[in-house]
């Protein structure tokens, strides 16, 4: 009787048959402090995360990094080199002149292309890793010694790894007083030789970097492309 009256109490019903609900003890709610693999797991996902979320950044701010540098390339103040009278670079021949001064280019080479009333300035510099290119003049390309580029009369790709076309110059062509006789050519960086004189002289400015249409971009680094992912990506 007493051992029934002890078991009635702790259930709550002193001196009665007890059969209602009865307590239970609360579930134990796991803990993921002391998991090491939970901890390793945790880590590493956040590490996904982050890694994503930085490649997600660079492919967004690149682009417009890229944006504002362009804008700088086109500076008007840029510094133009006088590469002599325009009777240096007989029309419809391609001519190989090594650019001097205080220009921060002047180790560059410049083949200066002057077909069909425009000229074209190309830089010597590999799109690859930066070799010196040399003109072949029966083929009328340009051939890198390094790694096997080669360039068709317009620098753009025809074989080997560079990843976009020759680099240019702007140009322009000022008359006997140094006044521009026109402007900086619109067309690919070239220039109308329509009106000019042969006494009028050549100048090269900022040089910059095109695509495969001959689009202008900003100057580029060897092994740089200039569209695609990769080149949102570079130099990463
Ligand atoms: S540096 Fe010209 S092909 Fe490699």
């Not at 009333?117 to 072949?136: D, K, M, T």
């Not at 076309?165 to 030789?193: A, E, M």
């Not at 009028?200 to 202008?216: E, M, R, W, Y």
Request: proline content about 8%; charged content about 15%; overall charge negative.
């Amino acid at each position: 009787m007493a051992e029934s009256q002890g078991n009635d109490a702790q259930n709550g019903t002193p001196g009665g048959q007890y059969s209602g609900p009865r307590a239970i003890d609360p579930v134990q709610e796991h803990s993921h402090d002391d998991d090491p693999d939970f901890i390793t797991r945790t880590r590493f996902l956040s590490g996904v995360a982050i890694a994503g979320g930085a490649v997600l950044s660079a492919a967004i701010l690149v682009p417009i990094v890229g944006f504002a540098v362009t804008d700088a390339v086109k500076d008007p103040k840029a510094q133009w080199v006088d590469l002599g009278p325009v009777s240096n670079f007989p029309d419809g021949q391609t001519t190989s002149i090594a650019v001097s001064g205080t220009s921060p280019w002047s180790d560059a080479r410049v083949f200066v292309r002057n077909r069909a009333g425009q000229i074209i300035a190309l830089w010597n510099r590999c799109a690859h890793l930066g070799c010196p290119v040399e003109y072949f003049k029966g083929g009328d390309n340009y051939v890198c010694p390094c790694h096997g580029g080669a360039y068709d009369t317009l620098g753009l790709v025809v074989a080997g790894p560079p990843p976009r076309p020759l680099d240019r110059f702007n140009v322009k062509v000022v008359d006997g007083t140094g006044k521009s006789v026109g402007g900086v050519g619109t067309v690919h960086g070239s220039w109308s030789t329509a009106g000019i004189s042969q006494s009028d002289h050549l100048l090269v400015g900022t040089p910059f970097s095109i695509n495969s249409a001959q689009k202008a971009y900003r100057l580029h680094d060897p092994g740089e492309p200039v569209t695609g992912v990769l080149s949102n990506l570079y130099p990463f």
